[in-house]
């Protein structure tokens, strides 16, 4: 029986290469235009601050920090985001969407 020469990669595994390669370089671009999609669509639900009446400041002993809505920063006392406005909201703010938590 001969031997392979050293360097020659079998058909069937050259073919599952170049198959798995296809495939992924396929799914690559949709996988960017999802995350995008899911990003835009995630913005078109929420609010505006001026829909809102956001403020920096908080109205009396409401502020954001204490709302359902309000999703912490990464460290205490730094801006986060929220599940009803967009964009990044002040611990120490309000507006309208504003539901004790």
């Known amino acids: 029986m001969k031997k392979p020469h050293p360097?020659?990669?079998?058909?069937?595994?050259?073919?599952r290469q170049?198959?798995?390669m296809a495939g992924t370089a396929a799914a690559l671009p949709l996988m960017g235009l999802?995350?995008?999609?899911?990003?835009?669509?995630?913005?078109?639900?929420?609010?505006?601050k001026t829909a809102?009446?956001?403020?920096d400041h908080p109205d009396g002993t409401s502020f954001c920090a204490n709302c359902?809505?309000?999703i912490s920063g990464a460290v205490a006392g730094a801006p986060g985001t929220?599940?009803?406005?967009?964009?990044?909201?002040s611990p120490k703010g309000w507006c309208l969407a504003y539901a004790a938590g």
Do not use: M
Not at 7 to 15: C, D, G, S, T, Y
């Open 34 to 48: 999802l995350s995008s999609r899911s990003a835009a669509a995630e913005t078109a639900d929420k609010a505006s």
């Open 18 to 20: 170049l198959t798995l």
């Open 82 to 89: 929220c599940l009803v406005v967009v964009g990044e909201i």
């Open 52 to 55: 809102v009446k956001y403020q």
């Open 7 to 15: 360097h020659v990669i079998p058909r069937r595994q050259a073919l």
């Open 68 to 70: 359902a809505n309000f």
